[in-house]
T-cell receptor
Framework: KAGVTQTPRYLIKTRGQQVTLSCSPI?????VSWYQQTPGQGLQFLFE???????NKGNFPGRFSGRQFSNSRSEMNVSTLELGDSALYLC????????????FGPGTRLLVL | GENVEQHPSTLSVQEGDSAVIKCTYS??????FPWYKQELGKRPQLIID?????GEKKDQRIAVTLNKTAKHFSLHITETQPEDSAVYFC?????????????FGKGTKLSVKP
């Protein structure tokens, strides 16, 4: 099976802009989780989607949002970008629950100038 | 909510030595504990995991031990090799629940010197 894929791999944006990142899970996986990875904070949970519904949410401001489509592909959106949003954004997929084995995508590296 | 502490943050060993990374968790309901390895510029990859119904699990040079009473679990790498150099993350969650999500430790940077 193909692994988890993410697009784009790299992005450069300026403060105030908005960005949309995409994640395609492993075929048959219905749960998609998103994480923000920064050197200082490690891997922080953003949210998790299952069956087109947000099932879990981490402690991030409302500028961070996401959605999931009927084919389990997921997108996350960050509006009004801030310098501190510069990070590696990783998505991970699992069969049905976030507590099952999660497989990570390669990530999207976002730089906000 | 769950909180996972990981130590040490950096670890340097000589090739052939053993390496041990320790994590503690706070939520007694957590029952699934995976370990991920992340090489520079690459995605985190699952290397081993353990569920709370067992105390130890081995896979070749890698082993994980779990002490539910003390709420801590450890990763043991024996006969380390330079290719083991990476950042290792532990995580904890409640397997089987729809509300659980992986909570990660802050990572341990392991350097194996030839």
């Amino acid at each position: 099976k193909a692994g988890v894929t993410q697009t784009p791999r790299y992005l450069i944006k300026t403060r105030g802009q908005q960005v949309t990142l995409s994640c395609s899970p492993i075929s048959g996986h219905r749960s998609v989780s998103w994480y923000q990875q920064t050197p200082g904070q490690g891997l922080q949970f953003l949210f998790e989607y299952f069956s087109e519904t947000q099932r879990n949410k981490g402690n991030f401001p409302g500028r961070f949002s996401g959605r999931q489509f009927s084919n389990s592909r997921s997108e996350m959106n960050v509006s009004t970008l801030e310098l501190g949003d510069s990070a590696l954004y990783l998505c991970a997929s699992s069969l049905e629950r976030p507590g099952e084995t999660q497989y990570f995508g390669p990530g999207t590296r976002l730089l906000v100038l | 909510g769950e909180n996972v502490e990981q130590h040490p943050s950096t670890l340097s060993v000589q090739e052939g030595d053993s390496a041990v990374i320790k994590c503690t968790y706070s939520d007694s309901a957590s029952n699934y504990f995976p370990w991920y390895k992340q090489e520079l510029g690459k995605r985190p990859q699952l290397i081993i995991d353990i569920r709370s119904n067992v105390g130890e699990k081995k896979d070749q040079r890698i082993a994980v031990t779990l002490n539910k009473t003390a709420k801590h679990f450890s990763l043991h790498i024996t006969e380390t090799q330079p290719e083991d150099s990476a950042v290792y993350f532990c995580a904890a969650t409640s397997y089987g629940g729809s509300q659980g999500n992986l909570i990660f430790g802050k990572g341990t940077k392991l350097s194996v010197k030839p």
